[in-house]
């Protein structure tokens, strides 16, 4: 096969197991010795069952010397983020109650990707229920960031994000309710993409805590969604169109297929961009890196207008964070509600911190929570407006570059965006919300390095249920100014 095999899209290996090229045992075994020698080093797969993956890989390439191809990942050897139940794996979301439990039924997404001919066989590393922007808990340990590794990958599919980075696995799954997908691929250099929300089961993901739902029938949670990581935005588009579709109660009498891409060229597409923000600055590096971008789709043609949806950044950050914060602590045991329930008008109206949207996210009532769902549909529809206008948004994804590692308190954490500190949550989170709670496709795609040298993602916003747009704009974009790239020393 010749060198850089571990590098090339998941779409180029099935094409090479299919080939007879290298069989999918081979394959396996390539990514075993790499994960041996590598791994130690950054921590991104924490659990496989390379026995059991061996043996599905054998039959792989027995049925495929009879001609037989189980579908279009047929033979790839890949990975999913550890809140994501396989059989075989312990599936622990980082929370160490959790660590012996052995899942007796595969998630939906898995089903669908071993029903495509997918060898899945590790479980790669995330924050405790992926409630952090880096990924370190007590089960496995810290995940370090390949392009360095005193730096975090991301969150909270960070071991996701890095195992791809070091060419330790073929494809990704991963998910995302905050950037979960977005920051870890914009913080590592690899491709993401967080789906248009309800269009891909979420049932098999912790959270919700495993064992509430035996059948068919789950929560998926607001705005949380799975959705894939890949070296390449084809692989995004293969995987797509096998994990798109309504959850099994559905399937009765709903079908879901995605529309193609609104254009076909990178010179008929319309591009509106949203670069900066004064309440949500974007530090130097990264918004360079991203406008080096937009003036070579300029320079080959594209259409570009500074344009934005008519809404305020503020006001939905806002909206967002109350929203969020419903989803998780719906569980919360009763004293921490009642502490909350008591905290909650003690707040002062201003008090923007996490602690306090916290806190007010919490204990919404169902009336509250009613007119937050009606002001977010107002603000579908500013974006809707907008891409009638404009076929693909592009956006940061997160306005710094990987920072250090840093397990110290999360209501005190901050970042430095251009010399000046800002809150943690805030920043992580104030862009990759805009998609979020509007429900709406986001492709994140390697827009180079930024002047200290850390990879630079660019955020790409589609119309809601073309998910396939911003994936196509994105491949048009790795064209211009290339896509992956290894890290030094992997």
């Known amino acids: 096969m010749g060198d850089n ?14 080939d007879k090229r290298i069989s999918s045992v081979e394959l396996l075994n390539y990514f075993k010795e790499r994960i041996k020698q590598l791994n130690p080093g950054i921590n991104a797969i924490v659990a496989a069952d390379f026995d059991g993956a061996e043996k599905r ?73 992926g409630q952090d922007f880096q990924s370190f808990n007590e089960v496995y340990g810290q995940t370090n960031n390949p392009w360095d590794v005193t730096r975090v990958p991301g969150g909270s599919s960070g071991g996701s994000a890095a195992a791809l980075t070091a060419g330790l696995t073929g494809l990704e799954i991963g998910s995302d309710i905050g950037g979960s997908i977005r920051t870890p691929a914009h913080f590592c250099g690899v491709y ?48 797509m169109g096998i994990i798109t579709k309504p959850a099994k109660p559905q399937r009765v009498a709903w079908k879901l297929e995605l529309p193609p891409p609104r254009k076909e060229s990178v010179k008929e597409y319309r591009v509106g961009v949203w670069l900066n923000d004064p309440d949500f600055p974007v530090d130097t590096v990264v918004a360079d890196c991203i406008q080096h971008l937009v003036d070579k789709l300029s320079a080959a043609g594209v259409f570009i207008e500074e344009k934005h949806p008519d809404i305020s950044f503020t006001d939905c950050h806002d909206i967002y964070t109350k929203l969020l914060t419903a989803v998780p602590n719906a569980g919360l045991s009763k004293e921490v509600l009642k502490h909350f329930l008591e905290e909650a008008p003690k707040l002062a109206e201003d008090d923007k911190s996490f602690r306090a949207q916290l ?119 790795e064209e211009i100014i290339g896509g992956f790239q290894p890290p030094p020393g992997f």
């Open 192 to 239: 993401g993409h967080k789906p248009t929300y309800d269009i891909i089961s979420f049932k098999g993901h912790i959270p919700p805590f495993p064992g509430l739902f035996s059948g068919d029938y789950s929560m998926s949670g607001d705005i949380a969604v799975i959705g894939p990581l890949a070296r390449s935005a084809e692989d995004l588009d293969l995987v």
């Open 57 to 129: 890989a054998r039959a792989a390439d027995e049925a495929l010397a009879k001609g037989e191809i189980w579908g279009p990942l047929h033979g790839l050897p890949m990975t999913v983020k550890d809140s994501i139940e396989v059989i075989g794996m312990p599936c622990t979301s980082g929370f160490p109650g959790l660590k012996d439990h052995f899942p007796q039924k595969n998630a939906d997404v898995v089903e669908s990707l071993v029903d495509a001919g997918a060898i899945i066989f590790g479980k790669s590393n995330l924050p405790v229920f």
């Open 359 to 477: 806190i007010r996210g919490t204990t919404l009532g169902h009336r509250d929570w009613i007119f937050l769902d009606f002001m977010r549909l107002m603000m579908r529809q500013k974006w809707a407006d907008c891409f009638k206008d404009v076929d693909v948004m592009l956006c940061p994804a997160v306005p710094v570059t990987a920072f250090p590692h840093d397990h110290g308190d999360f209501f005190e954490r901050t970042l430095e965006v251009d010399n000046t500190q800002r809150p943690y949550f805030d920043t992580m989170s104030g862009w990759a919300g805009l998609t979020c709670v509007s429900y709406l496709p986001a492709t994140v795609a390697p827009a180079g390095l930024a002047a200290n040298g850390l990879p630079v993602g660019v955020q790409i916003v589609g119309p809601f249920l073309e998910d396939r747009t911003p994936i196509h704009f994105a491949g048009l974009i």
């Open 5 to 18: 095999l571990e590098f090339l899209s998941a779409t180029k290996l099935v094409k090479a197991i299919l």
